[in-house]
Structure formats: structure tokens, C-alpha cells
């Protein structure tokens, strides 16, 4: 079955600890995206890649960091810097074309203690 | 910059029912797309319908359609005979038309939350 898989799933972390949140796609879409979702904030862009070995940064892209070393692959690190850590966090993937249809994985809850 | 706003948290309709979602954006731009996306419990997102700007015709989807004004800015999506599947979140989402080619940029609204009283 195609997808996008996001793991782990649930995620305690202490404070000032670096965490990585995985994302795998086998779409074979070119694009990928972070986004952090907050309640009754809506979905907000924290990193996208077009491409491989190219990334952008969204609108909230402090805190964290990104590498986009394989076209399915999209890794999003959660570091120290980030003041407020935790948050659901869903992966994304599209083709790069004007359909404007994201295909979302089932997101990771990070929970910073 | 884009802004989209959805003015209602939360809605509840009874099964069979139809109800209404609001959703308001702001743009200085005169061609993009609107999209209302659907997150129900398990958390999956998926797409549920979406509109072109260009477009003067409402697009429909099944039992969803939507109702666009582009002069208001504003892009309601209609739930007609509701089912119990259809309670989850519901996102309206912004994307300029600009850079076509490229990543699919959205920019989304606070989502409402439907629940369908059986």
C-alpha cells in the first residue's frame, strides 16, 4: 500500500533534549512537508523540500531543522532551541504540480516534560 | 501575507441532516485555490474538495459541496445527509496560484470541529 508512514507515533522527551520525528514516503511524490498542529491553531509550515538535497524554510521554522537526503525520506529534527516543543506534528508529500493535494501521514505526538 | 479564518470552533448537526462551515481568507492575489480538508479521529487527513479561483462554478463532491464568493472572500462547504463518518476536524486551506511548479505551499485555517448527533 502507498503511504506515508510517520514514526514514532507518541513521544515523551525532557526539556533541552534533541529529538528526530520520522517520515517515509513511497508515493514516489518529490515534495515534503512539516507541519506543527497546536489546537485552535490550525496546521502551520515548518519546513518543505521540492526536492533532494534541497530545503525551505516554512513560517515557524526556528527550533527546528530538516535534511532531505533521499526523495522518500524527510527527517525533521525537534532541537533544544524550540520553545515550545510540544505539539502534533504531521509529515506531508505532494507531486510538484498544481493539484494543490497533500497526502498526510497519521502524525507524532511529541510531548516535551 | 494569506490569512484564512474559521470563525466556528465547533458545529453539531443531527445524522441525515446538512450543515454549513464557514470559512473566510484574505489575499491581495486574484488567482488561487481553496481547499477544505477533512481529519477525522485516527488523524489521517485527506482532501474533500477543492475550488479554483477562475472557476465561477461551485464544485461538488458527492455530498459535499461548496459555495464560493470571491468577491467576499469567503468559501463555505456544505454537508448535505450527514453520516457518523463525517465527524472530524475540517480545515479550509489558502494556496496562491503562483510557482505552479513547485511545492504545493498551503496556508490553513483553525479548523471546526463536527460532531454528528446520531
Known amino acids: 500500500d502507498g503511504g506515508i508512514t510517520q514514526s514514532p507515533k507518541y513521544l515523551f522527551r525532557k526539556e533541552g533534549q534533541n529529538v528526530t520525528l520520522s517520515c517515509e514516503q513511497n508515493l514516489n511524490h518529490d515534495a515534503m512537508y512539516w507541519y506543527r498542529q497546536d489546537p485552535g491553531q490550525g496546521l502551520r509550515l515548518i519546513y518543505y523540500?521540492?526536492?533532494?538535497?534541497?530545503?525551505q524554510k516554512g513560517d515557524i521554522a526556528e527550533g527546528y531543522s530538516v535534511s532531505r537526503e533521499k526523495k522518500e525520506s524527510f527527517p525533521l529534527t525537534v532541537t533544544s532551541a524550540q520553545k515550545n516543543p510540544t505539539a502534533f506534528y504531521l509529515c506531508a508529500s505532494s507531486i510538484n504540480h498544481n493539484t494543490g493535494e497533500l497526502f498526510f501521514g497519521e502524525g507524532s505526538r511529541l510531548t516535551v516534560l | 501575507a494569506q490569512t484564512v479564518t474559521q470563525s466556528q470552533p465547533e458545529m453539531s448537526v443531527q445524522e441525515a441532516e446538512t450543515v454549513t462551515l464557514s470559512c473566510t481568507y484574505d489575499?491581495?492575489?486574484?488567482?488561487?485555490?481553496l481547499f477544505w480538508y477533512k481529519q477525522p479521529p485516527s488523524r489521517q487527513m485527506i482532501l474533500v474538495i477543492r475550488?479554483?479561483?477562475?472557476?465561477?462554478q461551485n464544485a461538488t463532491e458527492n455530498r459535499f459541496s461548496v459555495n464560493f464568493q470571491k468577491a467576499a472572500k469567503s468559501f463555505s462547504l456544505k454537508i448535505s445527509d450527514s453520516q457518523l463518518g463525517d465527524a472530524a476536524m475540517y480545515f479550509c486551506a489558502y494556496r496562491s496560484a503562483r510557482g505552479i511548479q513547485g511545492a504545493q505551499k498551503l496556508v490553513f485555517g483553525q479548523g471546526t470541529r463536527l460532531t454528528i448527533n446520531p
Open positions: 523540500s521540492q526536492i533532494v538535497n534541497d530545503f
Open positions: 475550488q479554483e479561483a477562475y472557476k465561477q
Open positions: 489575499t491581495s492575489e486574484s488567482d488561487y485555490y
